[in-house]
C-alpha cells in the first residue's frame, strides 16, 4: 500500500486492512486505465478489469486488460460514476467465450486520493478486484488495488506484482 492509512483516516477515509494477497496487473491494463483517467478528468472514469476466468482462488489474479465504460451516473460525476447493470451483462457475456472475466472494477478520484471512499466501500462486492486512479489536474498520479473483506467491511490492499504509477503527497479532502 502506498497511501499512509493514519492520513487516510484522518482526511475522513474509511480504514484500510493490511495487504490481503497480490493481483497482477499488466502495462497494457494500466495504460487503458491511465489514458481513460486522465481523458475523463474532471469527472470520474470507470471500467472493467479483465483477466482469465478464475477456476479457484488464484494469487495473484492476472489483470489483463482495463475495458473503458461510460460513467451513466445522473449528477455530480466528479464524485460518483455508476455503471449500468446492462453493461455488465453484455462485458460478462462477450468475455465467456474466450475464457475470461470481470475480476473487479476501476474508477478514478479527480483530485483526490487513490484509495476507496466511503461511498465506494458501501457499493463493493467481496472478491472484486477494486483499482483507484488519482488524478491530479488531469494527470494520473498514483494506481492501488483493493478487495473488500465483507466479514469486517472494510478494504484491504492488494500488492501489485507490476510497478506502480508514481506516488502523490496530496491528502485530499474527504469525498463525500
Known sequence: MTVDPIALERAGYPPI???????????????????????????????FLVGPAPGGTENPRQI????????????????RF??????????????????KAILGYYHSHPDHLAAPS?????????????VVASVEQGHMTELNAYELDPERGMF?????????????????????
Open 64 to 79: 489483463d486488460e482495463a475495458i473503458p465504460s461510460e460513467n451513466e451516473r445522473d449528477g455530480n460525476r466528479t464524485h
Open 156 to 176: 484491504h490492499s492488494l500488492s501489485q506484482e507490476e510497478g506502480t504509477a508514481s506516488h502523490s503527497t496530496h491528502q485530499g479532502a474527504a469525498r463525500p
Open 118 to 130: 466511503a461511498y465506494d466501500r458501501d457499493h463493493a462486492w467481496p472478491w472484486y478486484v477494486y
Open 17 to 47: 486492512g493490511p495487504d490481503l494477497g497480490e493481483v497482477a496487473i499488466s502495462p497494457k491494463a494500466r495504460a487503458t486505465i491511465q489514458l481513460h483517467a486522465e481523458r475523463s478528468y474532471p469527472e470520474e472514469a470507470c471500467g
Open 82 to 99: 455508476l455503471i449500468p447493470y446492462q453493461e455488465v451483462v453484455r462485458i460478462e457475456r462477450l468475455l465467456a467465450w474466450g475464457g
